[in-house]
Structure formats: structure tokens, C-alpha cells
């Protein structure tokens, strides 16, 4: 897979606001937020989209989920509600081709997305 963006936040190549990490995750503040919170959640393994995940990355992707779960209490928006987002290839929007999970939320969201 070739290298992104995100591998080369992960490498510590460049910088991000970062919100959490392990030894199989890392999330940082968006660079663009769409939210007043905005988070992205990655494995740090890439995998170029959520098509690309088997059945052995059940657990990775669980604990995504518990990940931003945790963030999302600790930003202080786990009350008011949140949005989490995969984008999967181009009628997803995905850009960055390396799996990513969004946080959104410290406003009310828009249902159904454009
Ligand atoms: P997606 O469209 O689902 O692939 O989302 C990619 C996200 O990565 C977008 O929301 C971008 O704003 C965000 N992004 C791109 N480059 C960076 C960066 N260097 N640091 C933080 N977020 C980034």
C-alpha cells in the first residue's frame, strides 16, 4: 500500500494534534474540522479502506469504536451525542486511503448527509 498522509503522521513525520494513543491506535484532532469536534481514529497498520478489512481485524475495528467512545466522554460530548463516520472509496468521500473512523459532534448534525 503506498504511503499517505497518515502513515507519515504515524511515523511522527508530521505533526498532529493528538487525542489518544496505543500501541494499535492513534487519534488526532482533524485538520480541517466539519464539527466543533472533529476526531479521526486510525490503526496504526494500513489498511486502505473499510473493503479491505477480514474477518481477523474484527477486534482492530471494535476497539475503534471503543476508542472514540472514550474520547467522545472525554471531550465532553458523549451526552449531547456524536456522529462516527467510515468513508469507504469515492462515492464515500474518502480521500486519505488508509482506514479512518470520524468523532463529530459538539452541534446538531445533519440527517441525511448530502
Ligand atoms: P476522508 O475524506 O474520509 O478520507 O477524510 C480524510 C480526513 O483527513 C479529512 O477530514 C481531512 O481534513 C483529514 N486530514 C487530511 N490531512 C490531515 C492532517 N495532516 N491532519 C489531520 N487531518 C487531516
Not at 474540522?33 to 477480514?54: G, N, Y
Not at 475495528?61 to 467510515?86: C, K, P
Amino acid at each position: 500500500m503506498p504511503a499517505t498522509i497518515f502513515s507519515k503522521i504515524i511515523a511522527g513525520e508530521i505533526p498532529c494534534k493528538k487525542v489518544y494513543e496505543d500501541n494499535q491506535i492513534l487519534a488526532f484532532h482533524d485538520i480541517k474540522p466539519q464539527a466543533p469536534v472533529h476526531v479521526l481514529i486510525i490503526p496504526k497498520v494500513p489498511i486502505a479502506t473499510i473493503d479491505d478489512l477480514e474477518p481477523a481485524d474484527e477486534a482492530l475495528v471494535g476497539r475503534l469504536v471503543l476508542v472514540a467512545q472514550r474520547i467522545a466522554r472525554e471531550l465532553g460530548i458523549a451526552e449531547s451525542g456524536y456522529r462516527l463516520v467510515f468513508n469507504c472509496r469515492d462515492h464515500g468521500g474518502q480521500e486519505v486511503h488508509h482506514i479512518h473512523l470520524h468523532l463529530l459532534g459538539g452541534r446538531q448534525l445533519a440527517w441525511p448527509p448530502g
